[in-house]
């Protein structure tokens, strides 16, 4: 993936957050953007968003626990689960604003 592409998943995954989830902080760690509650509080941790060479990975902290009936939600470990975005058409593709507002309800 080139930079122009990654730029804009990322762009286009800011301005989602921002309207299906304003209360969150977001936090750069990790080469990337974590989404909190709490500002600088990592226990407070809703997922985040990472750029790789092959993609934008957008990440849950407790995906194991979000509802995923179409399967979209890669990982199988015991929390974790994320979405591979390679343009910015599978942020909506694959629900991504969905998926950030169960992760919010989580509480």
């Known amino acids: 993936m080139d930079g122009t592409t990654q730029a804009a998943i990322i762009d286009a995954l800011e301005e989602m ?26 226990a407070t941790a809703v997922g985040g968003y990472f750029g790789y060479k092959p993609h934008v990975s957008f990440e849950f902290s407790h995906g194991a626990r ?11 470990g015991k929390a974790r689960r994320h979405l591979k975005l ?15 507002a169960q992760a919010v309800a989580l509480g």
Not at 25 to 38: A, D, K, N, P
């Open 17 to 42: 957050v921002a309207e299906v989830a304003p209360e969150l902080h977001g936090r750069r760690m990790y080469g990337g953007q974590m989404l909190e509650r709490e500002s600088g509080v990592a």
């Open 66 to 76: 979000l509802s995923d009936p179409d399967g979209m939600l890669e990982g199988g």
């Open 86 to 100: 390679r343009s910015v058409a599978d942020i909506e593709a694959k629900g991504c604003a969905g998926f950030l």
